[in-house]
Every structure is written in structure tokens, then in C-alpha cells.
């Protein structure tokens, strides 16, 4: 399946940055990373260059007015044999018009940060031990035996946090992050959470942590029943809404473009 338990000496093997304290670590070979900063720019030029692909920047739509048929806000008409009405954090507005007040997504803030260039490569991604509390997949006898044994840490455990980190393609880390549900959300970001994810990078890197250059809160939409990735329904004559992948949305893009476009017999 691509998964292996290594030990700390062969995790440092995979990954020489991680120079600190860990008992094990659980290596996936098919680990990758994406950078959404030129990879979407990427897309959309490759795109562009088939000359099968239109991008209308700046635009919002408004209203269905027909089968396979929106209206924006500019007033333009657009017709195709599928609409899909990929929304994004959005719930409200056209949204709730077209899904109902019952639509089974809910919205997500977190808090991430960047750091200047760590100075060596890091290898693979890193994710601590609080993943195993966060994603419902690793529900089990053992989890709550690791609850019990090593309660969570109290920072960790208000914020609903784990530790994600990968670097960037100019060589800093991207480390998050923290969960948020109950509205409405906070428009300030909150110390705590980046202290304690200082702290655990430290202990898994076995140095200080680069300067932190960007700080940021985000939003995005999660299937209630977390065990789904995506929720698809169709609101219309031809007509559908895609939303709530969770923070899956740029890597799992792809692969929900493909299953959506299966189920639509494309």
C-alpha cells in the first residue's frame, strides 16, 4: 500500500532534517507535495494553450436559468452540456438557494504560517502523532489507548490542532494547523497555536525554527460526516454543486474532477 513503519534512525535515513527527538515514524512512498502558488498559474496556462479552455476572471454566478444554463453577474449568459458550481468556502447566498439550508458541509477556519528558508532540503512532509486524533480513519482501540497513555497536548487540544509541514519551493516550511467550527469565526489570529507548533517542529528538527514571515487565517468547507471527501449534488437540470473537500481541495482536485466527470458519463 506504500506505507512502512520505520524507526528514528531510518526515518532520518529518508529525511536527514530531522535531526530531533521521535520514537518512529510512519513513511508514505507516494508522499508528494504541490505548490499552489504556480502550480494553479501552471494549469491555467496549459490550459489557455489548448485552445478548449475559456477563463472569465472576476466573476460571480448569480442565478440558473435553465438546463446547463447560469447567468453572472455581469449579466452574461453561459450554456454547456454540465454546469458544475465548484464553490469553494461559500455556502451561502446562490448556494443555500440551490442546495437548501440542509446542505451537509460546514465551514472550517485554520490558522498556518510560513517560515524563511530552513537551509537543507526537507525531504518528505512531516506530520505528528495528532493526525491520528484528527482523522476519523484512525478511530480504534489503540487511538484511545494513546489518549489515555499520552493525553493530548492542552493547546493542541483546544484548537483541534495537528502538525502539517512541508516546504516550499524557495526552501521555507509551511506548518499549520489549527480547526475552528463554531461561528462566527474570529477576524484575529491567535498566539498559542504557533507557539506550540514551534515547539513540536523544534523537537523534530533538533534546531531552531527559521524566522516565521508570513502568518495567516483561512477558510474552507468540510462534508459534516468527515468520512467523505467531497459532496456532489445535483441542484438543477444539468446543473451541480461540488464543495467541501476539507484542505484536500489542491491535492484531491484532480482526482474529484475525474470521479465527478465518471459519474456524469463524460
Known sequence: LGYKLLTAEEAR??????R??????????????VEPRTAQLALKEELLASGRYTFLGGREVRDVIGAASVR?????????????L??????????????GPELPVRRVRLQMMQTDPLGEPLTTSVADADSFRYYPAYRSEALDA?????????????????????????????????H???????????????EHLTRVVETF?????????????????QCTDTSRV?????????????????????????????????????
Open 72 to 84: 453572472d453577474d455581469h449579466g452574461d449568459v453561459h450554456r454547456g452540456d454540465a454546469v458544475i
Open 13 to 18: 535515513a529518508l529525511n536527514p532534517a530531522l
Open 86 to 99: 465548484a464553490t469553494g468556502a461559500w455556502l451561502g447566498g446562490l448556494v443555500r438557494e440551490l442546495a
Open 20 to 33: 530531533g527527538t521521535f520514537t518512529a515514524a510512519l513513511w508514505c512512498e507516494r508522499d508528494a507535495a
Open 180 to 194: 475552528e467550527y463554531e461561528h462566527p469565526f474570529a477576524f484575529d489570529t491567535v498566539e498559542e497555536p504557533y
Open 146 to 178: 494513546l489518549n489515555t497513555q499520552q493525553p493530548q497536548d492542552p493547546v493542541a487540544a483546544e484548537h483541534r490542532m495537528q502538525l502539517l509541514m512541508v516546504q516550499r519551493s524557495d526552501g521555507g516550511l509551511t506548518i499549520g494547523d489549527t
Open 205 to 221: 528538527l533538533g534546531r531552531p525554527l527559521p524566522r516565521i514571515r508570513h502568518r495567516w487565517a483561512g477558510v474552507y468547507a
Open 230 to 266: 467531497v459532496h456532489r449534488q445535483q441542484v438543477g437540470d444539468g446543473v451541480w454543486v461540488i464543495t467541501g473537500p476539507g484542505g484536500r481541495g489542491m491535492t484531491c482536485s484532480p482526482a474529484i474532477a475525474e470521479t465527478t466527470a465518471d459519474q456524469l458519463g463524460w
